[in-house]
Nanobody, 125 residues
Framework: QVKLVESGGGSVQAGGSLTLSCVTS????????MAWFRQAPGKGRETVAT????????YFGAASSDRFTISRDNAKNTLYLQMASLKPEDTAMYFC??????????????????WGQGTQVTVSS
């Protein structure tokens, strides 16, 4: 059974940094695109960034493109999201997601079949 486990969330002050990680298991991580999404209270899920199987950035949301970095380590089956200059509006539950089909590398929720439980990021002003 495919499993995605996020970690690295927490509470920080505005301007701070966090690095999120997502470890996968029972999944051929190196063959697939991966993605980070986030969902703020009372809002829909938003695409943060997606990355190809070889580590190229496929998509970056407008809200985060200049402050966040998505990367991956295929040897460790791990996806990362480095977040800098955090703002209160970055407060959300952050999820990693993986597709079931190796040719899928979209930026929409419906492109992804497997999801982690999420890690909470809270940014105070």
């Amino acid at each position: 059974q495919v499993k995605l486990v996020e970690s690295g969330g927490g509470s920080v002050q505005a301007g701070g940094s966090l690095t999120l990680s997502c470890v996968t298991s029972e999944y051929e991580f190196g063959r697939f695109c991966m993605a980070w999404f986030r969902q703020a209270p009372g809002k829909g899920r938003e695409t943060v960034a997606t990355i190809t199987s070889t580590g190229s950035v496929a998509y970056f949301g407008a809200a985060s493109s200049d402050r966040f970095t998505i990367s991956r380590d295929n040897a460790k089956n791990t996806l990362y999201l480095q977040m800098a200059s955090l703002k209160p509006e970055d407060t959300a539950m952050y999820f990693c997601a993986a597709p079931a089909r190796s040719w899928v590398c979209g930026s929409g929720e419906s492109d992804y079949d497997y999801w982690g439980q999420g890690t909470q990021v809270t940014v105070s002003s």
